[in-house]
């Protein structure tokens, strides 16, 4: 009876955080097609190509999140895989971002190279840690997740 009362609560947790994750990526997608519309008005679309990257790639992040609570609630068990996309996709959305401010200039001076050189370092370790974790596990059998996605 007892293991039942948690199943449930943790039934609604998940349903719970599903609604939250869901409406924040709706808000997020109608936010990002208002400053679109707005950017393109103000024919500055160029300006602002560095935020409306980072919005949706924060798009997909938390669909991916979305994507993990679902497969929570599905199997009652967490699986590592979602968990290891989740990181890998925020660690390519930090160097994509990172990468972007290298080439933008800053009152036409560059900005600092040597603290976003060292953070893409790590970044690209983590990101092939991460890669060769997501290699191992389905090389292991345990991409069962994966095979249902595809």
Do not use: C
Not at 118 to 146: D, K, Y
């Amino acid at each position: 009876m007892i293991a039942r009362a948690f199943t449930v609560v943790e039934d609604v947790v998940y349903v719970g955080m599903a609604l939250l994750l869901t409406a924040l990526v709706l808000t997020l997608l109608v936010l990002g097609a208002v400053e679109i519309v707005h950017s393109i008005a103000s024919a500055a679309p160029a300006k602002n190509v560095i935020a409306l990257l980072d919005r949706i790639l924060l798009i997909l992040l938390i669909v991916e999140l979305l994507y993990t609570v679902q497969v929570s609630f599905k199997a009652h068990a967490l699986a590592p895989e979602p968990f290891l996309l989740v990181g890998l996709i925020s660690a390519i959305r930090r160097v994509l971002l990172l990468t972007a401010q290298l080439g933008e200039q800053h009152d036409g001076q560059p900005p600092p190279t040597e603290p976003l050189v060292m953070e893409l370092a790590v970044l690209a370790g983590l990101i092939l840690a991460l890669a060769i974790a997501l290699w191992l596990l389905r090389r292991r059998g345990g991409g069962e997740a994966a095979a249902e996605r595809a």
